[in-house]
């Protein structure tokens, strides 16, 4: 299968993340940023909307999102919970990853970490809004995880790996990560789950 990714992204990272600690085999193509590669007609016509990660399959199909990369890549594995209550727990906080934490911390993070400055600027008067709703989101998190080793039933899932492709590196969109030590815990503890890789390692 061919990942269509970019190295800085979290949400690429996620679906290289779990490929690397199933075994799964990914050749991976390189979207540098900002060069404008996923907005030409030869990408838009394997994902209309442009973006990546794109997970392409040994007959062609296509699958986009990043968390729906990861439950196909990891369908049957022990990263989901067999329980079918913790399995929608899965899903809740993935969802909850996409809607209420990823559209703050990871777009902070880029803004104030890769960005040109001058297109930064442009966006200054956001960052406030950015870091509070970011930190709202940790803040989710921080409760749960005061209670919890895990997102999703008692044991580590693609739950945590989604919520952990930008959490780990928010300190880059400047947020305190101190300040929110059960998150901090959890943090340490994916870190050492076997076959983990860090987001700058190649593959």
Not at 7 to 19: E, H
Not at 67 to 90: C, N, R
Request: aromatic share 12%; charged share 20%; net charge neutral.
């Amino acid at each position: 299968m061919i990942l269509h990714q970019m190295q800085m992204s979290g949400n690429c990272y996620k679906a290289r993340l779990a490929a690397r600690q199933l075994g799964i085999a990914l050749t991976l193509k390189e979207y540098p940023l900002m060069t404008g590669e996923t907005r030409k007609p030869s990408f838009l016509k394997l994902n209309p909307n442009g973006r990546v990660p794109l997970l392409e399959l040994d007959d062609g199909r296509c699958l986009p999102e990043s968390d729906a990369i990861l439950y196909y890549l990891t369908h049957g594995t022990h990263l989901q919970p067999e329980d079918h209550w913790a399995k929608s727990q899965m899903l809740a906080w993935m969802f909850f990853e996409q809607y209420s934490h990823e559209p703050y911390i990871a777009v902070a993070r880029y803004w104030l970490a890769y960005a040109p400055k001058d297109e930064l600027e442009k966006k200054k008067h956001l960052v406030p809004e950015w870091h509070e709703k970011g930190n709202a989101a940790l803040g989710v998190m921080e409760a749960h995880l005061r209670t919890r080793d895990w997102f999703a039933g008692s044991a580590y899932s693609i739950a945590d790996i989604a919520l952990y492709g930008y959490t780990h590196a928010a300190a880059e969109g400047g947020f305190d990560l101190p300040a929110f030590p059960a998150v901090s815990r959890w943090l340490s503890r994916v870190a050492g789950q076997p076959g983990h890789i860090p987001l700058s390692a190649s593959w």
